[in-house]
């Protein structure tokens, strides 16, 4: 019965996709890669919320949480901040110019050699490390939470190797053959089942470890035997000290929520500026309760286990197991399925919009039709998808900890880039010479920070979000120098191509103040 229904919702959201894009025009670039601008805020919130939610987050957010407690909210609750400032300061800008990639707007600030090394950046990071992590850590997940080595009768490593594909193939039909549109479509039905799926955890887990099988009476019983669980503030010896909330903690959240090709984009298929706005303000506020389907459950699981498990990465799955019943399997191993699915085919979609319009369009055929852009990005998906699927599963033979290695690894992309599109947007004078400096500068300060603290374990290194923000602070100081040295020759003028209507919701700024306030009252309570 669990595996009818698993493959009953997997069709039914192929379906729904497949009927919700017959009408778009994907022979053009705007069809194709920017779901024909046709995005409202339901569709623009379900899709940026699922296409951030993924196994390697659920899995990996509630083993941080087993091990230090509700202090790893931060990578949750400060989300939404990074959104409201994505909605009222980045967005009107983006829209304004009409770009379809973050690139693109780096070659109108500064030249197309900016352009081409921040695409470069975005395609190695998305090749050699998301699309790969994505569907090892999903298959990992799916294979050890449902027993499938056992119902399929393979090994483990066997039966990564299925999953992998499976995963694979089907994110790449979506992602290649149905544009951004069927990703955005898929993602949301998904995310209202990742809702209900991942809220039932947490509900089951409580119930099971009350004294009166009762969900209040389950928060009762942690927050009373485990109040160290509960406090927010975390000093050194924790994965997030307090003071990285301050420094790189807020710099990964605006490159992810603000810059990242792969989450942005939804934003820019927007209508217009309103409903982007509304569909980034909807998905802070879900935000601010994400904690209770990636953070609670590993709470529970360190009550329920008695902190004996082997590792941590080991709680997510162990509690699903333990307290889920038997009738919800299928349904949760869909939408799991489908939270999988959107990280793989949403970060494919990208590269394959990055590569079309930045590479293609721009170095190989600068006089291609959008119809032969689209179909070489469409092949160019195809080959990525392909190289993924056949790395992936050698991840396998990889050391522990590889899901908070890639995060490290990932400032190595996120820094640079954030930092030329904040100085673009800050300034007016300061040319190209200082956005190419500086990403080679702040590429080459984090490459070698990386390697002494990972390759050579130089002793008293600093957090590595700290070095983040060391790498972001120095990187601007060394581009307004040259700019004071070498200035534009006239101030840069963004233009407004009229692509959507660019007039804000009047409700931004007094919603946007609001979901800012709840966040910072999270850390007074939990203080």
């Given at each position: 019965?669990?595996?009818?229904?698993?493959?009953?919702?997997?069709?039914?959201?192929?379906?729904?996709?497949?009927?919700?894009?017959?009408?778009?025009?994907?022979?053009?670039?705007?069809?194709?890669?920017?779901?024909?601008?046709?995005?409202?805020?339901?569709?623009?919130?379900?899709?940026?919320?699922?296409?951030?939610?993924?196994?390697?987050?659920?899995?990996?957010?509630?083993?941080?949480?087993?091990?230090?407690?509700?202090?790893?909210m931060a990578w949750e609750t400060l989300a939404a901040i990074a959104m409201v400032i994505c909605a009222i300061f980045l967005l009107p800008r983006y829209l304004k110019g009409g770009i379809s990639t973050i690139p693109t707007y780096l070659e109108r600030r500064f030249d197309t050699t900016t352009k081409a090394m921040t695409s470069g950046l975005f395609l190695s990071g998305y090749a050699i490390v998301l699309l790969p992590i994505v569907l090892y850590s999903g298959s990992l997940a799916i294979s050890g939470m449902f027993g499938l080595p056992e119902l399929l009768g393979l090994s483990e490593w066997e039966t990564i190797w299925v999953c992998v594909w499976s995963i694979g193939i089907i994110g790449g039909v979506y992602a290649v053959f149905g544009g951004l549109k069927a990703v955005a479509v898929s993602d949301t039905i998904n995310a209202v089942g990742l809702l209900i799926g991942g809220l039932l955890i947490p509900v089951f887990g409580l119930i099971a470890i009350?004294?009166?099988?009762?969900?209040?009476?389950?928060?009762?019983?942690?927050?009373?035997?485990?109040?160290?669980?509960?406090?927010?503030?975390?000093?050194?010896?924790?994965?997030?000290?307090?003071?990285?909330?301050?420094?790189?903690m807020m710099l990964v959240q605006l490159f992810y929520w603000g810059t990242n090709q792969q989450i942005i984009q939804r934003a820019l298929g927007a209508k217009n500026l309103a409903e982007g706005q509304k569909g980034l303000l909807l998905a802070a506020f879900f935000k601010i309760l994400g904690p209770i389907i990636v953070v609670l459950p590993g709470i529970i699981a360190f009550h329920y286990f008695e902190g004996s498990l082997e590792t941590a990465d080991q709680s997510y799955p162990r509690l699903v197991a333990a307290v889920l019943p038997k009738?919800?399997?299928?349904?949760?191993?869909?939408?799991?399925?489908?939270?999988?699915?959107?990280?793989f085919n949403s970060a494919l979609n990208s590269s394959v919009t990055l590569f079309g319009i930045d590479i293609y369009k721009q170095f190989v055929n600068k006089e291609a039709e959008e119809k032969q852009v689209v179909k070489v990005g469409k092949r160019f998906g195809i080959i990525l998808a392909l190289f993924s699927m056949c790395i992936a599963p050698f991840l396998y033979m990889a050391s522990e900890g590889l899901f908070g290695y890639l995060q490290l690894v990932n400032g190595a992309y996120s820094v640079p880039i954030l930092t030329v599109i904040v100085v673009g947007f800050?300034?007016?004078?300061?040319?190209?010479?200082?956005?190419?400096?500086?990403?080679?500068?702040?590429?080459?300060?984090?490459?070698?920070?990386?390697?002494?603290?990972?390759?050579?374990?130089?002793?008293?290194?600093?957090?590595?979000?700290?070095?983040?923000?060391?790498?972001f602070v120095s990187t601007v100081v060394l581009m307004l120098v040259i700019a004071k040295l070498k200035p534009r020759e006239t101030d840069y003028i963004q233009k407004y191509t009229k692509e959507v209507d660019v007039n804000n919701w009047k409700y931004v700024k007094p919603v946007g103040i609001a979901i800012c306030l709840v966040v910072i009252s999270t850390y007074i309570i939990f203080s």
């Open positions: 019965m669990g595996l009818l229904i698993f493959i009953a919702f997997t069709v039914m959201v192929g379906v729904i996709s497949y009927l919700a894009t017959r009408k778009v025009d994907e022979d053009s670039s705007a069809g194709y890669f920017l779901g024909g601008r046709s995005l409202t805020a339901g569709v623009i919130a379900g899709s940026l919320l699922l296409t951030n939610l993924s196994t390697e987050q659920i899995v990996g957010l509630n083993g941080s949480a087993y091990s230090d407690g509700i202090l790893v009350s004294d009166d099988n009762s969900v209040f009476g389950g928060l009762s019983k942690l927050m009373n035997e485990h109040p160290e669980k509960f406090n927010a503030i975390g000093d050194d010896s924790t994965s997030i000290p307090f003071a990285t909330i301050f420094t790189g009738a919800f399997v299928g349904f949760f191993a869909a939408v799991l399925f489908g939270a999988i699915l959107s990280s800050m300034t007016k004078r300061v040319p190209a010479i200082s956005a190419k400096a500086g990403i080679v500068f702040a590429f080459s300060l984090y490459v070698l920070y990386i390697v002494l603290d990972n390759v050579l374990e130089v002793e008293g290194l600093p957090h590595f979000l700290h070095v983040q923000f060391i790498t």
